[in-house]
């Protein structure tokens, strides 16, 4: 595919961009909420980061599912209302949340560590400077941190991408030949992530052991890295000139 390969389903990852505002508006909500309730803020900003990321996975689960199955049926992909229709079709309208659970656990942990452990490491910080207020870049450096923690949750996001792209029909081992290929494709014919998680898992176990669960662990530190940035410190960042501009 060259160059375009990389951007395969890019109309959908744009879509989902809106998962993001869901995101924001929930935890500064559940934050604003909790604050006067609890002492800790680092069990605050958890604790709404952990709401937030639920809202959000409820809100782009189905974008989620039609992006995942558009990129495992590369150049035979139909129209996107094509897909809509077909997934529909076959799974009715749940079918379009196939893998919520292990997205809603993906989404909460991620999001209350990225939160949690940024507000973590900022406290440390301040605490060892005996300053109350960080600088942006020490600010940044502490997103950045709680960004790479983050990857303790890296085996749900390869299970549930693994759910919404393999058929019911594989075994959890590796021993079908259309099923222990690697680098299976989702076929549109067949009957897609109608296993469990625990089924998927055993799948992934089977045909992968144990490193499976951690492919592209790299890749995913650099955009969680990226994300936090955007999302934690950058919506800190525009919450404080929000405030400072309506006095």
Not at 69 to 85: E, T, V
Not at 114 to 129: A, D, H, L
Not at 171 to 196: I, K, M, Q, Y
Not at 214 to 233: H, Q, S
Request: contains cysteine; positive net charge.
């Amino acid at each position: 595919g060259g160059v375009r390969g990389f951007y395969v389903g890019l109309p959908w990852a744009l879509i989902e961009t809106y998962a993001g505002g869901v995101l924001v508006l929930s935890q500064w909500t559940a934050q604003s909420w909790l604050k006067p309730r609890i002492s800790s803020e680092t069990v605050v900003a958890c604790t709404s980061g952990v709401i937030g990321g639920l809202a959000q996975a409820v809100a782009m689960c189905p974008t989620t599912r039609l992006k995942t199955a558009h990129i495992g049926l590369a150049g035979s992909a139909p129209s996107a209302a094509g897909l809509l229709s077909l997934i529909i079709q076959k799974d009715g309208v749940t079918g379009l949340f196939r893998g919520l659970i292990p997205l809603s656990l993906r989404q909460t942990t991620s999001w209350g560590c990225r939160y949690g452990f940024t507000r973590m490491y900022q406290g440390m910080w301040q605490e060892w400077t005996g300053r109350t207020e960080l600088s942006r870049v020490e600010g940044l450096a502490c997103a950045i941190a709680g960004g790479l923690s983050t990857l303790v949750n890296h085996p749900m996001e390869i299970i549930m991408v693994e759910m919404q792209r393999l058929p019911s029909t594989c075994s959890t081992t590796p021993s079908p030949v259309g099923c222990s290929e690697p680098n299976f494709h989702l076929d549109a014919r067949r009957d897609v992530g109608r296993g469990s998680w625990r089924h998927t898992a055993a799948y992934i176990y089977g045909v992968h052991g144990l490193q499976g669960f951690f492919r592209g662990i790299g890749v995913r530190g650099l955009l969680n890295c990226y994300v936090t940035v955007c999302m934690v410190w950058g919506s800190s960042q525009l919450r404080a000139f929000l405030q400072v501009a309506s006095l």
